[in-house]
């Protein structure tokens, strides 16, 4: 496939008669979340998810959760996802189908794009870059980039090639969401495995040349696990590791995966991790919980049948 924009205009009458045609399963749940599964040519499977969010307005507004890849290299302790270890990366028009699917399928109106489902984005940034540009094609889906979030374990080296697309005109307002989920190196490493790469000292000098670049906050999101990283001391550290970084914090109670070692955590201590942070005069929201039913919330994405594929070597690529 061409790297060229123009390239993308592939959201045309062909692909709504293609759409139709595919093999796509889904489940839908009370809080009117959808989440599908695609098979793709090669009969690997990826998941995705519409999610109902309602605004600041009260206007409902639809998100579409987008895959970047089959499964993830990543081995982050608590994510589903990261059980499966890397089947192979998306490419542009794999991810652009999704949009396409929630579009035709579905017969549904998407209003923001979360690169937040199966995957690192930035493990595939080249590609997650090219469907960003499809997604703001005029000629195609049309969504601002405004209404576009990337969210990463902390890939350095794919912040900044993404910083390089959001520096151009036209994709100034890409927003980057940081998977921080630690107040502490020793705590980070234990659950996500990129940090003994990448510590947490490397990742926020990354974050602090992205602001001085680009004028939108960085969403923090940290996963809150009971007996792992829910004392008010990781708040505490957690702030201070923040400090004066233009960012706001995305509190997201843990959804178990299957066979998790931990629950979920009661809405009073997400409470109190969330009022400790506040008490530091950083903006902190908790994240609302959609899809826990059906497998489909923040860390819950992938399919059983897909761990059965055959995984990418991580050495070879």
């Given at each position: 496939m061409s790297?060229?924009?123009?390239?993308?205009?592939?959201?045309?009458?062909?692909?709504?008669?293609?759409?139709?045609?595919?093999?796509?399963?889904?489940?839908?749940?009370?809080?009117?979340?959808?989440?599908?599964?695609?098979?793709?040519?090669?009969?690997?499977?990826?998941?995705?998810?519409?999610?109902?969010?309602?605004?600041?307005?009260?206007?409902?507004r639809r998100t579409l959760c987008l895959s970047s890849q089959v499964g993830c290299a990543m081995g982050c302790t608590f994510c589903e996802t990261a059980q499966m270890?890397?089947?192979?990366?998306?490419?542009?028009?794999?991810?652009?189908?999704?949009?396409?699917?929630a579009r035709y399928r579905f017969d549904t109106m998407i209003d923001n794009i979360v690169f937040m489902g199966m995957g690192e984005p930035l493990d595939n940034v080249e590609a997650v870059i090219e469907s960003i540009r499809g997604l703001v094609d005029q000629r195609g889906p049309s969504i601002a980039s405004s209404r576009i979030g990337v969210s990463t374990v902390g890939r350095i080296d794919g912040i900044r090639k993404l910083s390089q697309l959001?520096?151009?005109?036209?994709?100034?307002?890409?927003?980057?969401?940081?998977?921080v989920n630690a107040p502490n190196d020793d705590i980070r490493s234990s659950i996500m495995p990129l940090n003994r790469?990448?510590?947490?000292?490397?990742?926020?000098?990354?974050?602090?040349?992205?602001?001085?670049?680009?004028?939108?906050?960085?969403?923090?999101?940290?996963?809150?696990?009971?007996?792992?990283?829910d004392q008010v001391e990781h708040a505490d550290q957690l702030a201070s590791w923040v400090g004066d970084l233009p960012s706001r914090?995305?509190?997201?109670?843990?959804?178990?995966?299957?066979?998790?070692?931990?629950?979920?955590?009661?809405?009073?201590?997400?409470?109190?991790?969330?009022?400790?942070?506040?008490?530091?005069?950083?903006p902190v929201n908790r994240r609302i919980t959609l899809g826990r039913s059906l497998m489909a919330a923040c860390g819950q994405l992938g399919s059983e049948e897909i761990r059965k594929r055959k995984l990418v070597n991580i050495n070879s690529r």
């Open positions: 790297a060229e924009p123009a390239s993308l205009g592939w959201m045309q009458a062909p692909d709504h008669h293609h759409v139709k045609e595919l093999d796509i399963r889904h489940d839908r749940a009370e809080d009117g979340t959808i989440k599908f599964l695609a098979r793709l040519e090669d009969g690997h499977d990826i998941e995705s998810v519409i999610l109902p969010l309602k605004g600041r307005t009260g206007r409902l270890g890397l089947v192979r990366s998306l490419t542009p028009k794999e991810i652009l189908l999704q949009w396409s699917i959001v520096s151009e005109p036209g994709f100034g307002r890409v927003r980057l969401a940081v998977s790469a990448m510590p947490m000292s490397d990742l926020r000098d990354s974050l602090v040349e992205w602001t001085s670049t680009h004028r939108w906050p960085i969403l923090i999101e940290y996963v809150l696990i009971p007996g792992v990283n914090i995305n509190l997201i109670p843990y959804n178990p995966r299957r066979d998790s070692p931990w629950p979920s955590p009661s809405d009073e201590l997400v409470e109190a991790f969330r009022t400790a942070l506040a008490s530091h005069g950083l």
